[in-house]
């Protein structure tokens, strides 16, 4: 089936003239109308551009000239990234019709690289939720089980990666919203160091946690995606002047001798038994493989959730304030301009955004500042800390992903305070700036997926795919033999 070909098969299909790339887009336009009617991972399809770019790719095989990096890889793209002349809405009303003029620097570069774009994913609004229930234009049903959250904010690129309907996607992460709903559907999900990818042309949730980053089926892709998307750029200040290395090439490099890391923290009340048996199961394995577990400590793991959504909320206010119906997006009607301020917001926003947006004024506001956003940022300098000097001792830390298998839809809506801490072994990793992957490492009774978490130092994702990539093959080996 040609939905279910990675990267590299799909590339070479292509190149020896097996398919075209014109042919594979249709293929795909063909699953994603059969299946995402019941998914709700589609929320704006770009055929007109997918087959012209498509058709580039094809008279580039006719002609024999080498293929880019992605050449004719159906991909979709998260809808927090502005897509020139397509529709960008953040899953909220109040961006409803907006048509940017520009692409968001990750998905130029896709293009760039030859990847052919199908169309834009749902999430959460504004990437505010961990279910993607939040959406303005309907919950996203988790392929695995429908009945499930596909996890969020990014639930529409994990689902339409793992029913198939793409062969790579981006999503953002500003509190795991790559690597939990990854973990959900049974897919890779990574999330680079803060500044490894531009965030020029996301729409902002906040703005020193936002992480742009890949979906995929496996370890390699991922690693091929961020090579395409990484790296320095003029447009976004915060964007490193750091090498990118060729993660592909030390996906191979042996993993024997690589310390990794296991901190009590993560291994706490609230952990799903199951969770916690394929979790350890999986850390059994890298030892297995010749890494050496050791134990770690990360003893300010307890102020992360309140530290986040003290940070996260704050920054979202502020961003959140261009939303004014002025410029752009859903205008209400009014008879005076602070009457359209607070009709537009109140129409045009909903119930989670409001809450955050409440939330991150109050903690700013005079008199609070001090009490609730100043101090979560010294807390937040004490976790970046902890991580720092854990990683003095090891090369990798390991930690589930999510401390469930996905709930059902509509089992958190009305209580945001088990909704948010769904995050809490995410978290972490966006408030000190590290890169997190998830991987699937087993399945609980129901057959619902079980994610594994690694961490590294900022800026060695290539040492993160390594045990990833080595953990992966000893897994499929393990299922092939069965």
């Avoid at 906040?206 to 742009?212: G, R």
């Avoid at 447009?235 to 592909?248: G, I, L, Q, R």
């Avoid at 986040?308 to 959140?320: D, F, G, H, R």
């Amino acid at each position: 089936m040609p939905s279910a070909l990675t990267i590299d098969q799909v590339r070479s299909a292509i190149a020896n003239r097996q398919t075209t790339a014109t042919a594979l887009a249709h293929e795909f336009y063909t699953r994603i109308r059969q299946e995402d009617s019941e998914i709700g991972a589609f929320l704006t399809l770009c055929e007109e551009r997918a087959l012209t770019q498509a058709a580039r790719i094809d008279a580039m095989a006719a002609e024999g000239k080498p293929l880019p990096p992605l050449g004719g890889v159906p991909v979709a793209i998260k809808d927090v990234m502005v897509t020139s002349g397509v529709r960008t809405t953040a899953g909220s009303k109040i961006l409803d019709n907006f048509i940017p003029p520009y692409d968001c620097t990750a998905v130029a570069r896709l293009e760039a690289a030859g990847a052919v774009i199908l169309g834009k994913l749902n999430c959460d609004e504004f990437a505010m939720g961990s279910s993607t229930e939040n959406s303005a234009y309907g919950a996203v049903h988790n392929p695995r089980d429908k009945s499930r959250v596909p996890g969020g904010s990014s639930g529409g690129s994990a689902a339409a990666v793992a029913a198939q309907m793409a062969v790579a996607t981006l999503g953002s992460d500003t509190g795991g919203s790559i690597r939990q709903p990854a973990s959900f559907c049974g897919v890779v999900g990574l999330k680079p160091t803060y500044g490894r990818v531009s965030r020029y042309g996301l729409i902002a949730f906040a703005s020193s946690l936002d992480h742009i980053g890949p979906f995929a089926k496996t370890v390699k892709e991922v690693a091929l995606v961020l090579r395409t998307i990484a790296g320095r750029d003029p447009m976004d200040s915060t964007s490193a002047e750091v090498p990118v290395p060729d993660y592909v090439a030390e996906l191979e490099k042996p993993v024997e001798g690589l310390k990794v890391g296991v901190a009590k923290e993560y291994f706490g009340s609230g952990l799903d038994p199951e969770v916690r048996a394929a979790v350890e199961a999986a850390i059994q394995k890298l030892a297995e493989l010749g890494c050496e577990v050791v134990p770690v400590s990360l003893p300010h793991t307890e102020y992360a959730i309140p530290t986040y959504y003290i940070v996260a909320t704050a920054e979202a206010s502020s961003n959140l304030a261009r939303f004014d119906g002025v410029r752009y997006g859903f205008r209400a009607k009014a008879t005076n301009l602070s009457e359209m301020y607070r009709l537009s917001r109140d129409g045009g926003f909903g119930m989670e955004v409001k809450r955050r947006i409440m939330l991150g004024t109050y903690a700013l506001s005079a008199g609070y500042y001090d009490a609730y956003y100043l101090k979560a940022q010294k807390v937040r300098t004490l976790l970046t800390r902890d991580f720092h000097e854990a990683f003095k001792k090891v090369d990798v830390i390991a930690a589930p992903t999510c401390p469930t298998v996905a709930f059902r839809l509509g089992e958190k809506v009305n209580d945001p305070l088990a909704m948010y801490l769904a995050d809490i072994y995410t978290v972490t990793a966006n408030l000190a700036g590290i890169p997190g992957i998830s991987i699937p490492c087993g399945e609980n009774h129901e057959k619902l997926p079980i994610g594994l978490q690694l961490f590294a130092r900022q800026f060695d994702e290539a040492t993160l795919l390594r045990v990833a990539h080595a953990y992966e093959q000893e897994r499929s080996s393990l299922v092939v033999r069965r």
